[in-house]
């Protein structure tokens, strides 16, 4: 299954009555005023050993809310549901929630949602010698070439997922 996106929460600017409503969105969407209040929560500046334990010096650095670590621009900023496995080796899995930023520029090597005749995916972006792919980060899936007559549409850059485990 190659790796799909589905849109399961997206946060857009309250629209004044001088701005019109971007049809390019996939699906319906909230305002900022929808959005609940930040969260800020307990930072420690601690790192955390991943292989031997290490002894632990507490120390508290700051609160983090996690819209703000991720989110740099809000108004631009769209979560999406990952569905497949085609993204693992960049370390999107399957159900990751992913945050898309419409405002950076996509280059050469971003991580891309982008539509291609309006079936949205998450991709490499791959754009050199007048070659564009969208290019998984797994060995099982083949790149995707664009062939005549197809839409690409990108329509926003990967920033960051987020990822919650089974407890």
Known sequence: MACQIYCIYI???S????Q????SLPHPFITVADMPPPCALPFFAQRIQAGF??????YLEAALDLNEYLVR??????FFRVRGHSMRNAGILDNDILAADRSIKPKHHHIVVASIDGDFTVKRLYRRAGVIELRPENPDYEPIRLCEGQELVVWGVAIGTVRRFEV
Do not use: G, V
């Open 11 to 13: 946060q857009y600017i």
């Open 15 to 18: 629209m004044s009555k001088h």
């Open 53 to 58: 334990p290490s002894p632990a010096e507490e």
């Open 73 to 78: 621009n809000r108004t631009a900023t769209f």
């Open 20 to 23: 019109t409503k971007d049809e």
